[in-house]
């Protein structure tokens, strides 16, 4: 999807930061802005959609401490609009993207960290307006390397 981080400057995390990014979806410019609502440097971290293509957007970054490593969890929760075509979309295409998206970003953790991780997500559906996507990479994923 090409995702680029347009914000410049001080990106330190913290609650407060704002990111801008622009990627193409389905050809289309977009944009997306984030902030980070929660922090705590060696466990968590929250990012919410300020604009974004969802009305609901929080994406929760978890960080635990394994025997081999650093287990990440994600638990994105989400809303699309549009009701009925929404859900529509979910199904098409939205979902799948959003499991390409976090599939992508594991594979990149582990090339960086040089783990072995694996991806293990729950079935996903759209059930109302709020999706949530659970998703937890296996404890080899990461070798204290670096920490968030």
């Given amino acids: 999807m ?41 466990h968590h971290f929250v990012d919410e959609g300020m604009r974004s293509p969802y009305p609901l957007w929080r994406h929760r970054h978890e960080f635990f401490d394994v025997p081999g490593g650093t287990e990440v969890r994600d638990t994105v929760q989400y809303a699309l609009p549009l009701g009925v075509l929404g859900r529509m979309a979910h199904e098409v295409s939205v979902r799948h993207q959003l499991t390409g998206i976090f599939t992508h970003r594991q594979a990149t953790l582990n090339e960086y960290w040089g783990g072995a991780s694996k991806i293990e997500w729950p079935v996903i559906r759209a059930l109302g307006p709020t999706v949530s996507l659970p998703g937890t990479a296996s404890p080899e994923a990461h070798r204290h390397a670096s920490r968030p």
Avoid: C
Avoid at 26 to 40: A, C, K, N, Q, V
């Fill in 2 to 42: 090409g995702f680029e981080v347009l914000t410049a400057g001080d990106l330190t995390m913290r609650v407060g930061l704002e990111i801008d990014y622009r990627f193409r979806w389905l050809g289309l410019p977009m944009r997306w802005r984030t902030l980070i609502t929660e922090y705590d440097r060696l």
